[in-house]
C-alpha cells in the first residue's frame, strides 16, 4: 500500500520561504511521477510541480505561476520529494498535497493514483 506524508506547511508573511516535503512508502515501481497539487478555497485544485523518476533518470516541471520561486526536488534514498517555496505570495496560500502515479507524469490530478493528506500553508500580506 503506498503511501505519501506531506510535511512542513505553516504561516508566514509575503516573502517568507517554506519547504514543504513528502515522504513515500510502499513504492515498488521503477518508474512514477509524483508531484505537488495545491487547491485554495472556491478554487480547482491547481498543479505546482512535479518530478519524474526512473532509473537513471528524472526530469522536473513547475508552473509558470510559481516558476522562479518554487524548485521541486528528491532525495532517492529517503524516498522523499520537496517543494522549496521562496518570495511566496497571498495567492499562494492554499491546501497543498503530494501525489503520486506509477507511470509518466500528468497534468491532470485526476491521473494521480496516490494522494498525501495535504498540508496548509498561509501567506500574509
Known amino acids: 500500500q503506498v503511501q505519501l506524508v506531506e510535511s512542513g506547511g505553516g504561516s508566514v508573511h509575503a516573502g517568507g520561504s517554506l519547504r514543504l516535503s513528502c515522504s513515500a512508502s510502499g513504492y515498488t515501481y521503477s518508474r512514477y511521477c509524483m508531484g505537488w497539487f495545491r487547491q485554495a478555497p472556491r478554487k480547482e485544485r491547481e498543479g505546482v510541480a512535479r518530478?519524474?523518476?526512473?532509473?537513471?533518470?528524472?526530469?522536473?516541471y513547475v508552473a509558470d505561476s510559481v516558476k522562479g520561486r518554487f524548485t521541486i526536488s528528491q532525495d532517492n534514498a529517503k524516498n522523499t520529494i520537496y517543494l522549496q517555496m521562496n518570495s511566496l505570495k497571498p495567492e499562494d496560500t492554499a491546501m497543498y498535497y503530494c501525489?503520486?502515479?506509477?507511470?509518466?507524469?500528468?497534468?491532470?490530478?485526476?491521473?494521480?493514483?496516490?494522494w498525501g493528506q495535504g498540508t496548509q500553508v498561509t501567506v500574509s500580506s
Open positions: 518530478i519524474y523518476i526512473s532509473s537513471g533518470s528524472s526530469g522536473t
Open positions: 501525489a503520486a502515479r506509477s507511470a509518466g507524469c500528468s497534468s491532470s490530478a485526476a491521473a494521480f493514483n496516490y
